[in-house]
């Protein structure tokens, strides 16, 4: 689509980026969006009108490769790719998330106080309140209708849909899985249980409910807010993240109601991106309770599968310290079965996570080289353990450098887990 120019500004009502996402090192643009560029500014809009990119340029910005990026959930993340060398080793992407809120990021300073964040998001309140007093009858109607469009999704109207998403699925989503990264935590998120099995005594994100499935009802009457809420943007997503702490306890029949129904209802096989995916968490349990038909049926979904385990540490001092009422044993074979179904199914991963903190037992590390090094017999592509920071982690640099010197070791991908909300 040809560009408009009015005052100042650069229109484009229609644009489109990448239909598949990828790991790439500079700053990239998925599905169908539109554009205007003002001054050293470039800002992004969803198919619904809501801003979700700014990015800046030349003098006043702090890196041409990096930008903001608003979530469903309302919250701007600040993309880092460009100072952070060896930003893929630590996350498996390009780019590290800067989050505005309290999160176990070990990464950087809080962007958001810095005096080029504050100017874009000035900025953007200057291209507002230029677009609504802008006459916009000599514009053509894609460009007069994008105005209209961004208009009426007033910072107040955002608020109000992101206090709406947060309503239909029971509340804010805490955490998303790691793995939501591959989809550049564009997910939509969708309630099929509440609570998990074991209320954990380290755990900063648990809702302290008790695991309850939601009926089949209730996951579709989710679905299809869900869908009028998205609107016109829902062809952006191909993912869905089925919460909260254990979806994987809510068993076979739910999980597959609710991933083939929100396939169908939000109409995944017309999305602008292709490659759908499923993301889900997982317990020990829930691990060792899934048979082989709960495999089978998730091989048949329209959808490639991550499911996240919560291992924490291989290691019995530690799990008596964390309160985690799981025996290093059950730990250990819940290592190995994943390893095993990660080798049979070829269109699932499931990851597992592991706890980095200062003041764990000198036991902790050991036990997960055990089982990630010595009990492997070559690397393995499949089967990411991500290390979470917990908040007594000591010296960031000290937790980069036995970081990186664990991730040298094991025979698996290794991460850091940014704990990232939605
Ligand atoms: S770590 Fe998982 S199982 Fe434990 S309290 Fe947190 S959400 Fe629940």
Redesign the pocket.
């Known amino acids: 689509m040809i560009p408009q120019t009015i005052d100042d500004l650069t229109l484009i009502p229609e644009k489109t980026g990448a239909d598949k996402y990828i790991k790439i090192s500079y700053p990239f643009r998925y599905g169908k969006f539109s554009e205007i560029k003002s001054g050293n500014y470039t800002f992004q809009f969803n198919l619904n009108g809501e801003i979700k990119t700014i990015q800046g340029r030349g003098e006043g910005w702090l890196d041409a490769s990096e930008w903001l990026k608003r979530s469903a959930g309302n919250d701007w993340t600040y993309f880092a790719a460009g100072g952070y060398t060896g930003a893929y080793d630590f996350t498996g992407e390009y780019y590290v998330p800067c989050l505005p809120y309290d999160s176990n990021g070990i990464f950087g300073h809080n962007r958001f106080e810095s005096p080029e964040v504050k100017n874009a998001f000035a900025a953007w309140d200057a291209l507002r309140d230029q677009l609504d007093q802008l006459e916009i009858s000599g514009l053509s109607k894609e460009a007069a209708d994008l105005i209209g469009r961004i208009r009426n999704m007033s910072p107040q109207n955002l608020a109000r849909r992101a206090r709406t998403l947060h309503e239909i699925i029971g509340g804010p989503v805490s955490v998303l899985p790691p793995d939501t990264r591959h989809a550049e935590y564009d997910v939509i998120p969708l309630t099929i249980a509440d609570g998990?099995?074991?209320?954990?005594g380290f755990?900063r994100?648990?809702s302290g409910r008790k695991f309850q499935q939601r009926t089949k009802k209730n996951i579709l009457d989710q679905i299809i807010r869900l869908r009028d809420l998205f609107d016109k943007d829902i062809t952006n997503y191909n993912s869905v993240f089925l919460g909260q702490?254990?979806a994987l306890f809510a068993g076979k029949d739910l999980i597959e109601f609710a991933a083939r129904k929100a396939f169908d209802l939000f109409e995944f096989q017309n999305a602008a991106i292709r490659e759908p995916k499923l993301f889900l968490f997982g317990?020990v349990d829930a691990l060792f309770r899934a048979d082989d038909s709960l495999f089978h049926m998730l091989d048949k979904l329209p959808y490639e599968t991550f499911i996240n385990i919560?291992l924490e540490s291989a290691d019995t001092a530690t799990l008596a310290q964390i309160q985690?009422p799981l025996s290093r044993e059950k730990v250990i074979q819940a290592f190995q079965q994943m390893m095993a179904l990660n080798k049979t199914w070829p269109r699932l991963e499931i990851s597992a996570n592991f706890l980095y903190g200062a003041n764990l037992p000198d036991t902790h590390m050991p036990s997960i080289l055990e089982l990630a090094r010595n009990g492997l017999d070559h690397f393995y592509s499949k089967g990411t353990l991500y290390f979470s920071p917990l908040e007594t982690i000591g010296s960031i640099q000290a937790v980069k450098d036995t970081f990186m010197e664990f991730k040298t070791l094991c025979r698996l991908p290794v991460y850091i887990y940014l704990i990232q909300r939605l």
Do not use: E, I
């Open positions: 998990c099995l074991y209320n954990c755990c994100v648990k702490h254990d317990s919560g985690k």
